[in-house]
């Protein structure tokens, strides 16, 4: 139950297995305290009498597993206890997978890796943070695989991730992001360049393959991938690629029969196909929504989140001094292509960009990819398209006539590299 009046805060006594679920109103900002007991937010424990400040549109579960009382101050849209929760599920599914660490540890083989699996707004990166926390925090040092191009929670959108996890998420701003290894995608869904899309799954699962080789306690640890939200035609595809890709052990099904159904059908025998039920939490957003968080988090790659700013720079860049790229150029007919070349290499090539007035707002990946040969290869011979990328820069105005842009950038002068690909996606700094 609920006391207490907006000012001091409402004060909720919650049940062991049970939890108090609240969305923060546009505008305004809600602040928790944990007076008794013992509570998690998504698989983080909170501690007692610390103030935990939560933005606008947030959308939050408080869970115990032995019953607490907290406190919740601030404008709420929404703020109920519920005791219909998967929760007792998704703790049976990390014991699973932490038997499966324990057995790769005593076998001297590799530990689980895991892909999570569902339409949109099921709670897939709820899971993963969950599954990942609980691991962290019996001392694995699990990765997350981030291949959400529309809804990062590592980098940037646009971009597919891989990030070791070596401490639990933070209950205000989710897990340290100190050394991720990102690629450039450049739009927010895979349909845009499946097949670039399916190649930097590939070169992520041998990344991450190899550090597994030279990493025990990465390799015992395994992985959770989570992925987007687009499950038919040539989404599915790309989640049966991604099984391969990774060798994946297990599959967790969110909420969809039907796709569990195929996946069962067409991974092999050996992949742990698990449906587990959707959390009656988990909030739909809105393409508004979606598209704001999108924002949000570039705003935050510039400018920080609450406790640290960061104060960005902008300066100017010369053309001469840059090579900008496209990946993947228009799809022409077959029967107009080159001699031996196919579709595929169409949708894998750079397309050296002249700029011009239309690049103004893009978000555009600085490439790791050292001395252009001019051919999209590098001096030590590997491909742009596989190099990950150092940092993001936005063209805040395009000079034609001077032959210059203005960018944003997280650094001063000058880039650290002259290798940049362009995002379909676009930012205007307001600020
Ligand atoms: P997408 O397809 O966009 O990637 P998703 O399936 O990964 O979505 P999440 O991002 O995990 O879904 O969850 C959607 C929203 O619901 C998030 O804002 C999350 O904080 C919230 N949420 C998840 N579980 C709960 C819960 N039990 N109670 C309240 N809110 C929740």
């Known amino acids: 139950g609920a006391t207490g009046s907006a000012n001091t805060g409402t004060r909720f006594d919650l049940e062991k297995e049970t939890e108090l679920r609240f969305e923060v109103e546009a505008g305004e900002r809600v602040q928790l305290e944990l007076l008794s007991g013992l509570a998690e937010i998504f698989g983080s424990e909170l501690n007692r009498n610390k103030k935990y400040m939560f933005g606008p549109g947030s959308k939050i579960a408080v ?43 005593r076998d001297n083989e590799r530990g689980p890796r895991v892909m999570v699996v569902g339409p949109t707004d099921v709670g897939k990166s709820t899971v993963c943070r969950l599954l990942l926390n609980y691991a962290v925090r019996l001392g694995r040092r699990p990765t997350l695989v981030e291949l959400d191009v529309g809804q990062s929670g590592v980098s940037v959108p646009g971009t597919m991730s891989a990030l070791c996890i070596e401490r639990p998420a933070d209950v205000e701003e989710g897990f340290s992001v100190q050394a991720p ?8 869904t895979p349909g845009t360049n499946i097949k670039l899309y399916n190649k930097l799954t ?51 099904v969110l909420d969809q029969e039907r796709l569990y159904n195929e996946l069962k059908r067409d991974l092999p025998h050996f992949v742990r196909v698990v449906l587990l039920p959707k959390s009656g939490g988990v909030v739909e957003r809105s393409k508004d929504c979606r598209r704001e968080s999108r924002d949000e988090k570039i705003r935050e790659y510039f400018y920080g989140f609450r406790g640290t700013s960061f104060y960005p720079h902008a300066f100017d860049v010369r053309f001469s001094d840059v090579r900008i790229y496209k990946i993947g150029a228009p799809s022409i007919p077959d029967s107009c292509l080159p001699l031996g070349m196919s579709q595929d290499d169409t949708q894998l090539k750079l397309v050296p960009v002249s700029p011009g007035r239309d690049l103004t707002h893009h ?29 993001f820069i936005v063209v805040t105005a395009v000079d034609t006539q001077a032959q210059v842009m203005t960018v944003l950038s997280p650094a001063p002068r000058p880039l650290p590299r002259h290798t940049l690909l362009i995002m379909d996606i676009r930012f205007i700094d307001l600020k």
Request: charged fraction near 15%.
């Open 202 to 252: 590939s070169t992520l699962a041998e990344v991450f393959s190899q550090r597994c080789e030279v990493n025990r306690k990465a390799s015992v640890g395994g992985c959770i991938i989570n992925t987007c939200g687009w499950v038919k035609g040539s989404g599915y595809q790309a989640l049966v690629h991604c099984a391969s890709a990774f060798q994946v052990d297990v599959v967790l």
């Open 363 to 391: 978000v555009l990946s600085v490439s790791c990819a050292e001395d252009d040969t001019g051919d999209g290869t590098s001096a030590r011979g590997r491909g742009v398209l596989e190099s990950p990328v150092c940092g």
């Open 181 to 188: 290894l990102v690629y450039h995608f450049g739009s927010t």
């Open 63 to 105: 869970f115990t597993w032995q019953g607490c009382s907290v406190s919740l101050s601030g404008k709420t849209e929404v703020a109920y206890i519920s005791r219909d929760t998967p929760m007792l599920l998704y703790l049976n599914t990390h014991a699973a997978l932490e038997q499966m660490r324990q057995q790769a540890e």
